[in-house]
């Protein structure tokens, strides 16, 4: 679904490319976490996905950036829209309307999706989002995490084929960040729809995403299943991304030789590996 190759990246105003050599493959259906210290890259990467590099912020663009079959430097920007979804981490600058019904009907509209197929597709987006019971509310009565999942809905009322997403849990606590990845996990499953979140939370990566990927300095540093990028913790920790307590605990408990096995992505992963090696 996803292919970038060699990719790279220099902002006009930049001294150096935001991001040099990148080389990465998403599948259909796959959720894939991307996360790395501040300036690493991760936003000006997924900027690539959904044409906002080269088409809105102009600078020297090397490589290639295919997502479907087509190249979202050469395409244009609303042909490219029509395949990437993208949602902003401040939803509020994403709403055009006042009204959460409008707001998914603004997309379908200007997409021109036959008349027979808005109600559908409205009704069905709303749900997958678990708001249907917020159709008719002005969006300005919304809390935090039901905006996110209106700016979410709206976007998934177009049927993209990748949808990408700039932090979507920054504001929110805990349990609503939980709900606005149970959502996005399931939804990926549910309809081979690549997802690509960018997020600080890596505990909440690595519980969700199939692949975790690690910017450092423009570069991609690591991309693979969570649990083999996490038994990195000390390598992560010095390039400013910090593991899970649970994670690094049971990895110093590997490295002294005390149990062995898997890496903990979780406190429950953690007390089973401790349970085992007590065992």
């Known amino acids: 679904m996803i292919r970038i190759t060699d990719f790279s990246f220099r902002y006009r105003e930049g001294a150096v490319p935001a991001v040099s050599g990148a080389n990465l493959s998403i599948g259909r259906g796959e959720f894939v976490g991307v996360t790395g210290a501040a300036g690493s890259g991760k936003s000006t990467l997924t ?44 939803v509020e600058s994403q709403f055009v309307t006042s009204v ?30 678990g708001i249907a019971d917020l159709r008719e509310r002005a969006i300005a009565s919304l809390s935090g995490g039901q905006k996110q999942k209106v700016a979410i809905a ?6 993209p084929q990748a949808l990408v997403l700039d932090e979507p849990t920054a504001e929110l606590d805990p349990a609503s960040s939980q709900n606005v990845f ?27 995403a199939d692949t975790l990927v690690i910017m450092e300095e423009g570069r991609i540093r690591f991309a693979d299943a969570p649990a083999a990028v996490l038994a990195h913790d000390g390598e992560l920790a010095r390039i400013g991304v910090s593991c899970p307590r649970a994670t690094a605990l049971v ?16 406190v429950r ?5 401790v349970k085992e090696a007590a065992a």
């Open 100 to 129: 959460v019904e409008d707001e998914v009907l603004y997309g379908l509209e200007n997409f021109a999706v036959p008349r027979g197929e808005i109600e559908s597709r409205l009704t069905r987006a709303l749900a997958d989002m």
């Open 182 to 208: 149970d959502l996005l996990a399931r939804y990926a499953r549910q309809h081979g729809t690549a997802v690509v979140v960018v997020e600080q939370k890596i505990a909440l990566l690595a519980r969700y």
């Open 154 to 159: 709206s976007v998934l009322a177009l049927r």
């Open 251 to 266: 990895n110093r408990l590997r490295a002294a030789g005390v149990c062995g096995g898997r890496t903990a992505r979780t």
């Open 269 to 273: 992963e953690a007390c089973d590996v």
């Open 47 to 90: 900027y690539a996905l959904n044409g906002i590099v080269p088409h809105c912020y102009p600078g020297d663009f090397y490589g290639s950036v295919e997502v479907d079959g087509m190249d979202t430097c050469e395409a244009a920007l609303t042909d490219v829209s029509r395949v990437v979804g993208s949602v902003c981490q401040d």
